[in-house]
């Protein structure tokens, strides 16, 4: 009876893609069909609400904000800026809450792919706040899809649905949306099936992003994962792929065997690795020549510029830059202590800072929208610090100076000693951050919350630390003596060989 019913909704679904790829829509389908499909759009497939009203001040009038796309070219710079008169409303919806769905035997979704930020971009703060509101035990740093995703499983778990089947952007593995994941889990469903990461090509639009392909069931039963092996990319932008199956109980990293993702943070590895600060606006970064014309013109303005390092920094080769930092101060210090940077950040920095939807950093313009205080003291009174980048292909871990300001892409371990760089360089770690972190596209990531905070360092004696640590250092030098004999070097070159050999 299964087999047949699988049969059946096979065919169905075979007909509804017929329809739509033949020019068809919703209305247009014959009345038999329309009856055995509810199809919801997007919108209300989550969030259910009285009619949406226009936000008013205490004037009456209807509250705006910047469109989001306009631009217009500064007086000053020349250069394009948001255009502030270039206005839309602010909605409200009313008596928000979930929607409900009908009922069903099976769901089966590609819900759109919006991004956390895209989110409020383009379905406004209102319905993102009206949606966060409503979705109290969904992490509000979540995608678009994982609102589906959770009302899907939670039906399956309740045995409404028998199975649901999604289509996800790939970050659906990332850290942030584990937690819906294993929630859906916990309350008794599972995932029979996963593809965590598929190559998804849209010819008529020509977008290529990355994917998860998952179906849940209410069964103990083990689940299925295929991993891609891709090979050749065809003219049209298809890509040619080879699945391997593993079979097991499926995680919320959508991973079989160990449950590295239900690792729990140890306290001995809290407040060593922090994340970079966030300048939030291009102005706020100077070339070499921008940051000499300031000391020559204010010599003691020189404490203000920071050397900074972004992820491309690491992997491809340092290109010299810094940034005018105000860490602490208020606008009137920075101001008088500081005129020339000020000047400088008041002209690129604040047209853009006055369109920011935070409170916080729209006020204070001339700051940091992230000054990463914890990271700040963590590497104070070192000579260096553990640097490594957030995203790539491969995950080197170097020594940074400690008078340089790490990008957000990048994650500062707050040691000098190398013993530290050696352990995470070692393969063991590596492997470890494969399986504990997710990836962007195609590349792997590596944050403190999935590969520092539960990864067990190795209790060495003081001969295999001493060990360790001699290797770290000559590793690092190794590295920075062949960069300096060959400017064209890149890190990312350096280990492309390493993997050939």
């Known amino acids: 009876a299964r087999a047949a019913a699988a049969a059946e909704a096979v065919v169905w679904i075979g007909y509804l893609q017929w329809h739509f790829r033949s020019g068809g829509t919703v209305e247009d389908l014959p009345k038999p069909v ?5 199809i919801i759009e997007c919108r209300d497939a989550v969030l259910a609400h ?26 000053v710079t020349g250069k394009k800026v948001p255009d502030d008169s270039k206005r839309v409303p602010e909605w409200r919806y009313p008596n928000a809450r979930k929607a409900e769905w009908p009922a069903a035997d099976f769901v089966v979704g590609n819900p759109p792919f919006l991004g956390n930020k895209r989110m409020r971009e383009l379905l406004g703060d209102g319905y993102a706040e009206a949606l966060r509101g409503a979705y109290a035990d969904v992490p509000d740093t979540v995608d678009f899809v994982m609102y589906w995703w959770h009302v899907a499983g939670q039906l399956v778990a309740a045995g409404k649905v028998r199975r649901a089947g999604l289509i996800t952007t790939n ?4 850290a942030q949306s584990r937690p819906v994941i294993a929630k859906v889990l916990d309350a008794g469903a599972s995932i029979a099936y996963a593809i965590p990461d598929h190559p998804w090509v849209d010819t008529a639009d020509g977008a290529a992003v990355r994917v998860s392909m998952t179906s849940l069931a209410r069964t103990n039963e083990p689940g299925v994962v295929d991993a891609v092996a891709e090979g050749a990319t065809l003219d049209d932008g298809e ?40 300048p939030l606006g291009e102005g706020f970064r100077l070339s070499p020549p921008q940051a000499a014309g300031i000391t020559r013109q204010a010599p003691d303005e020189a404490r203000y510029l920071r050397r900074y390092r972004i992820g491309r920094d690491i992997v491809q080769g340092v290109q010299e830059k810094f940034v005018i930092d105000f860490f602490g101060m208020s606008e009137a210090e920075a101001a008088t202590s500081a005129p020339n940077c000020y000047q400088h950040l008041l002209v690129h920095v604040k047209p853009e800072r006055d369109q920011n939807k935070r409170d916080t950093r729209r006020i204070n313009w001339w700051l940091f929208g992230e ?4 990271l700040r003291g963590g590497i104070t009174g070192l000579d260096r610090y553990v640097a490594t980048i957030e995203t790539s292909k491969f995950k080197p871990f170097v020594f ?17 000693d190398a013993a530290i760089l050696g352990i995470l360089s070692s393969r ?11 990836t962007l596209e195609d590349r792997p990531t590596w944050t403190n919350t999935t590969c520092f905070l539960p990864f067990p360092f190795p209790a060495a004696t003081d001969a295999q630390t001493a060990r360790i640590r001699d290797l770290g250092e000559r590793l690092d030098a190794h590295r920075k003596r062949q960069q300096s004999l060959h400017p064209d070097l890149t890190l990312t070159g350096m280990y492309n060989v390493l993997a050939a050999l």
């Open 34 to 38: 329309f009856d055995k499909f509810r």
């Open 50 to 75: 009285d009619p949406p009203e226009i936000v008013t001040g205490e004037d009456g009038r209807p509250v705006t904000r910047w469109d989001g796309e306009a631009m217009k070219v500064h007086p």
């Open 171 to 174: 970050s659906i593995r990332m």
């Open 239 to 278: 890509v040619i792929v080879q699945l391997s199956s593993s079979r097991g109980q499926v995680h919320p990293d959508l991973r079989t065997g160990a449950a590295v993702s239900s690792a729990v943070p140890l306290r001995a590895n809290s407040n060593v690795a922090l994340q970079g600060v966030i």
């Open 371 to 374: 000054s990463a205080p914890k």
């Open 400 to 416: 940074m100076d400690s008078d340089i300001l790490p990008d957000h892409k990048l994650y500062a371990v707050c040691t000098d």
């Open 428 to 438: 063991a770690h590596q492997t470890w951050a494969l399986a504990a972190g997710g």
